[in-house]
């Protein structure tokens, strides 16, 4: 049986990534860089939008300074603050996962720590989470290195082999198996294509399966 279940947060616990992309889309044309929504999510959908530095500058013909990412953070924040709503099925998984494994569970993100924080709080599950969040901004390499599921592994007390990771993008899904994490990928479409070349272990659409599988014991024996 996995001994901890570690969580992504954007896309798996909360519906954030329409709203962080719709105001990261917007303040990008606003700084000359005219691009779809669809195209914004292809560019940063399971990136920290620092870690696309190059790309950005390169676009906009302006560099990013820490002035543009406070405002980011405030804009995005002001909307996530009024707009966020939990996956459906996610405080469910994370109350099984939290009674499966005695407690060892974490989220473990690719997001600035204090949006992850103040995300689970308005998801009402920062109770079975606790001081178990991790951001990749606080670690030398952030997704889709593994860095961020190793300290959470680490925290835990648990073997990266004995984790579950639970994600919803290919970049994270990387990062997982980098880790040496057995990784299920959610998918609520249902095709799976980000998934398609990664030994990703299950590909679910539905967070409450989670659940049941844990409350059953099906497919959840560790590598």
Same mark, same amino acid.
């Given at each position: 049986m996995?001994?901890?279940?570690?969580?992504?947060?954007?896309?798996?616990?909360?519906?954030?990534?329409?709203?962080?992309?719709?105001?990261l889309?917007d303040?990008?044309?606003?700084?000359?860089?005219?691009?779809?929504?669809?195209?914004?999510?292809?560019?940063?959908i399971?990136?920290?939008?620092r870690?696309?530095?190059?790309l950005?500058e390169h676009?906009?013909?302006?560099?990013?300074?820490?002035?543009?990412?406070?405002a980011?953070y405030?804009?995005?924040?002001?909307?996530?603050r009024?707009?966020?709503?939990?996956?459906?099925?996610?405080?469910? /998984?994370?109350? @099984? #996962?939290?009674?499966?494994?005695g $407690?060892?569970?974490?989220?473990?993100s =690719?997001a600035?720590? !204090?949006?992850v924080?103040?995300?689970?709080?308005?998801?009402?599950?920062?109770p079975?989470?606790?001081d178990?969040?991790?951001s990749?901004?606080d670690?030398p390499?952030?997704?889709?290195?593994?860095?961020?599921?190793?300290?959470?592994?680490a925290?835990?007390g648990?073997?990266?082999?004995?984790?579950?990771?639970?994600e919803?993008?290919?970049?994270?899904?990387q /990062?997982g198996? @980098? #880790?040496?994490?057995?990784?299920? $990928?959610?998918?609520?479409?249902g095709? =799976?294509?980000?998934f !398609?070349?990664l030994?990703?272990?299950?590909?679910?659409?539905?967070?409450?399966?989670?659940a049941?599988?844990?409350?059953?014991?099906?497919?959840?024996s560790?590598?």
């Open positions: 996995f001994e901890a279940v570690l969580f992504d947060c954007d896309g798996v616990l909360v519906d954030s990534e329409p709203i962080t992309n719709g105001v889309r303040m990008l044309n606003e700084a000359g860089w005219a691009l779809t929504q669809a195209e914004c999510e292809h560019h940063f399971g990136r920290a939008v870690d696309q530095r190059a950005i676009h906009t013909g302006r560099p990013l300074t820490e002035a543009w990412m406070r980011f405030a804009r995005r924040d002001e909307r996530l009024a707009e966020l709503q939990p996956v459906p099925g996610a405080l469910r /998984a994370v109350v @099984a #996962a939290h009674g499966h494994a $407690g060892r569970i974490a989220c473990a =690719g600035d720590k !204090a949006k924080v103040m995300q689970i709080g308005m998801a009402g599950m920062a079975y989470f606790g178990r969040i991790f990749g901004h670690l390499r952030s997704k889709p290195h593994p860095d961020v599921y190793l300290a959470a592994a925290h835990l648990v073997a990266p082999s004995r984790c579950l990771v639970i919803d993008t290919a970049t994270g899904a /990062a198996l @980098a #880790a040496g994490a057995t990784v299920w $990928g959610y998918c609520p479409g095709h =799976g294509r980000a !398609a070349s030994d990703v272990a299950r590909v679910f659409r539905d967070m409450g399966e989670i049941a599988a844990l409350a059953a014991g099906a497919g959840l560790a590598p």
